[in-house]
């Protein structure tokens, strides 16, 4: 039942001529529906998100079938989304998905939070952010919603002090109190890892990509204190087909006791925690 493309470059090529999947607009000579209309053609990139999107095309129930379509960047499974070159994606949070709607007018939606991503900050210098020293410098995402998240978890542990009312919009140019002098530097999420190993004293990561330099959240020296789920992981559609049947079964399928199995041994290990209970 489970199907895997992957798409790099141009969308539009490797996608030309296929259908929406999800829209249930036309039916087959018999009356029910094409093949084309049962498979929901999901864009994900990186583990753990693709592997729980392969189970989920495991557990989804008949006629109904879910494709993994992995993409390279975190714009693609939106841009994809956005022009109905796949179905749903399962790749961010609801924040950065609103200020993708914003940015290109879309009319994505977040459909159910999946689970919880352990970030936090990690160090190649220190042991301890007790040791953090004076002037040294802090990478931090370039985009807007993954930088406001890093710098309230800095803000939580009072290492700096954010203006009143900035939260999930929060700047650099929201800081308040920085008393140790912070250098920060905007870095692209994907390249985080990579400033972790050029030396930068402290960066914000999350552990899908950290660890592929054999981190784990054991490592970090700074973590996340988020009980509200608001940077989940969510199942998202569009406004014009989340309530068709397909998208639905395939909803079913990301909250099945096998996802939730799945996700509840990698919070053995620290990596995260799920955000639903199965059958939700």
Avoid: W
């Amino acid at each position: 039942m489970f199907k895997k493309s992957i798409l790099l470059g141009s969308l539009a090529l490797l996608l030309a001529g296929c259908s929406d999947g999800g829209s249930g607009t036309e039916d087959s000579a018999d009356g029910g529906k094409s093949e084309e209309e049962k498979v929901v053609k999901v864009a994900s990139h990186l583990p753990p998100m693709t592997d729980v999107v392969e189970i989920a095309g495991e557990a989804i129930e008949e006629p109904y079938k879910i494709e993994l379509v992995e993409v390279s960047d975190n714009i693609q499974y939106n841009e994809a989304l956005l022009n109905e070159e796949v179905d749903a994606n399962f790749a961010q949070h609801t924040p950065f998905m609103e200020n993708f709607n914003e940015e290109r007018g879309g009319d994505l939606v977040a459909l159910q939070p999946i689970y919880n991503a352990i970030v936090g900050f990690y160090s190649p210098t220190y042991d301890s952010i007790d040791e953090l020293e004076e002037g040294a410098e802090v990478a931090i995402p370039s985009d807007g919603t993954n930088e406001a998240r890093a710098l309230m978890i800095l803000d939580q542990h009072d290492i700096i002090g954010l203006a009143d009312g900035a939260e999930h919009t929060a700047t650099v140019d929201d800081i308040e109190e920085n008393p140790k002098n912070l250098e920060f530097t905007h870095i692209d999420l994907l390249n985080l890892t990579g400033a972790y190993e050029d030396g930068v004293e402290l960066v914000f990561n999350y552990p899908t990509y950290i660890a592929s330099i054999d981190l784990t959240t054991e490592d970090a020296i700074l973590l996340e204190e988020d009980e509200n789920d608001t940077f989940a992981i969510q199942f998202v559609a569009r406004e014009d087909n989340k309530d068709t049947e397909a998208i639905q079964a395939a909803k079913e399928a990301f909250t099945s006791q096998e996802v939730y199995d799945f996700l509840d041994d990698l919070s053995e290990e620290g990596h995260l925690e799920p955000a639903f209970e199965p059958g939700e």
